[in-house]
């Protein structure tokens, strides 16, 4: 079984300051590990994604997320946000042993950036 | 380009009451599944799919029931309403691979008085 733990609820910050969000998961099988955001009314949007390789992943709109495995961790950066970046992030796991992708989701953080 | 269209975006029902939230997809994605979000434990996997005619349980299954006799559809029904069934119910496609990334709709708001 698998678990995501995401400890901050709500993260503010102002804007073009830099920000993380913090993420740590536990599984007895190795896991793909994603971040998702969902602005207001509406669905999940994939940010980012650690599959294999190199273990820093980059979004297109300036997001990084590091998998540090023996600290069982997926932390999500920004060295400078904007309010547009008001959202909820969501980390999540899916085990790599079930050919389909079985998402298991933290409790999400709501990133609240104001002027 | 339409994706995962859920439908309908709000209902009010009263406990005990019966409904369906449709789900329909467009990209031939085999794997469908449903989640519900609450306030405080982020998304739980209700029950999923992983082509037509095959259906499985997730983590919170209990007072929902699935079917799925085409690719493109994967209706979830409450058979009796309950209080505890007020949420917001997201349904999500995606390709075979647990590498590839899952398409949500928009959701649907759902409260059970």
Known sequence: AQSVTQLDSQVPVFEEAPVELRCNYSSSVSVYLFWYVQYPNQGLQLLLKYLSGSTLVESINGFEAEFNKSQTSFHLRKPSVHISDTAEYFCAVSPMNTGFQKLVFGTGTRLLVSP | ?113
């Open chain 2, 1 to 113: 380009n339409a994706g995962v269209t859920q439908t309908p975006k709000f209902q009010v029902l009263k406990t005990g009451q019966s409904m369906t939230l449709q789900c329909a997809q467009d990209m031939n994605h085999e794997y469908m599944s449903w989640y519900r979000q609450d306030p405080g434990m982020g998304l739980r996997l209700i029950h999923y799919s992983v082509g037509a005619g095959i259906t499985d349980q997730g983590e919170v299954p209990n007072g929902y029931n699935v079917s799925r006799s085409t690719t493109e559809d994967f209706p979830l029904r409450l058979l009796s309403a309950a209080p505890s069934q007020t949420s917001v119910y997201f349904c999500a496609s995606s390709s075979t691979g647990g590498n590839q990334p899952q398409h949500f709709g928009d959701g649907t708001r759902l409260s059970i008085l």
